[in-house]
């Protein structure tokens, strides 16, 4: 069913934008919504975890 | 306004959208509203079209969504093995194979573990496990130059590849053949997408 | 470009990040309490998958120690247990949470 195809490459683009991509460093703007910020939060907890567990090149 | 970061270039004439330079590379960037939400679907799905449009042009380093730079005009030089990794793969595009397992695995439960080790080596062995037949034949479908098969979880897991971006057609064909040889197997095969597995120097 | 095989068992065994992504909390008081709870443990549920996702693949390297090892099994049971009192406090189930693939709105 095309519907379905179409809502599960949907679902994979979103998957590639949101679970994947190299963490950066520099300034975040903090902005002002609630939704924002905590998002924006998680983000960087997310950049902690990956350099926690990477970051084991000894 | 904010600038959300969405991948990180080469050239400067690689980007169709707003760039900011970033040492002696650059960012491609969505410009947005101050107060205006990044989980706002909308504007994700708008990010996820213009990396798709930024991929036509040139390959670049997805930058993981959330990152926004200020207005100050410049951002941090990144480090420097993504000039090499961008230089090395500039022909090259990401291909994403996942496939569910057949016999997923329980879940190990925590309450039956006394140890930490115990419990992580119990979802380790949990984790889901696909046919050899598959693997292989997955591998050889897709030709890459180079894969990693991650684990994702107990019933899943995906293999990155990357390949030539002139072979994108014929990794197509190669996944509808594999379609028709396994058709009791779960899988799916998207791409191209930029360099996003592969764009970590270090092994995972 | 995208070839799927299978599809229905396709959506059952595949957990997207995109179920994760809180919506617009709403100003209405009554609903604001139960947005943000539903937003924090989205939040520590991602993070919980995040550190599974890294630990298991760092096992499969060969690159922990014992220690950490057993540190890491630890920090996820933790989190779990932490995920399973937060949902009972609140009185929300993995489906309200959007846990698992859930319906996707149209553009």
């Not at chain 2, 996942?98 to 573990?113: E, G, M, Y």
Request: proline share 5%.
């Amino acid at each position: 069913m095309p519907d379905e195809t179409e809502e599960l490459s949907l679902l994979e683009t979103l998957d590639h934008l949101l679970d994947r991509g190299v963490v950066i460093a520099g300034e975040a703007t903090i902005s002002i919504g609630d939704v924002d910020l905590l998002y924006l939060g998680l983000n960087v907890v997310l950049a902690n975890i990956d350099a926690l567990t990477r970051n084991r090149k000894r | 306004m904010k600038s959300v970061v969405v991948g990180v270039h080469l050239h400067r004439e690689d980007i169709h959208v707003d760039a900011v330079a970033a040492g002696d590379l650059w960012y491609s960037v969505v410009e947005v509203d101050d107060d205006h939400p990044l989980a706002d679907r909308d504007l994700v799905l708008r990010v996820a079209k213009i990396r798709a449009e930024l991929l036509d042009r040139a390959t670049f380093i997805a930058v993981r969504y959330g990152f926004v730079v200020g207005l100050s005009g410049a951002a941090a030089p990144p480090p420097p093995q993504w000039r090499t990794i961008l230089e090395a793969n500039r022909t090259n595009v990401e291909m994403t194979l996942k496939v569910a397992s057949s016999t997923p695995a329980p879940r190990p439960n925590r309450k039956d573990f006394q140890s930490g080790a115990s419990y992580l080596r119990a979802l380790h062995d949990s984790a889901a496990s696909i046919d050899d037949d598959f693997k292989h034949a997955a591998e050889k479908a897709v030709n890459p130059i180079e894969s990693r098969w991650l684990p994702r979880d107990n019933a899943s897991l995906e293999m990155a590849a990357l390949i030539p971006r002139a072979r994108i057609e014929e990794v197509r064909t190669a996944g509808e053949q594999l379609k028709r040889d396994f058709p009791r197997v779960p899988f799916l095969l998207s791409g191209p997408w930029p360099l996003e597995v592969f764009a970590n120097a270090d092994c995972e | 470009m995208l070839i799927a095989n299978e599809e229905d068992e396709l959506r059952d065994a595949l957990t997207f990040t995109e179920s994760v992504i809180p919506e617009r909390i709403s100003a209405d008081s009554d609903i604001v309490e139960n947005g943000l709870a539903k937003l924090v443990l989205s939040i520590i549920e991602l993070v919980r998958r995040l550190l599974e996702k890294q630990a298991l693949r760092r096992m499969d390297a060969g690159n922990l120690s014992e220690e950490e090892i057993e540190k890491l099994g630890n920090a996820l049971m933790k989190l779990e247990e932490k995920m399973d009192e937060l949902k009972r406090v609140f009185g929300l189930s993995d489906e309200d949470l959007n846990m698992k693939l859930g319906p996707v709105k149209t553009l």
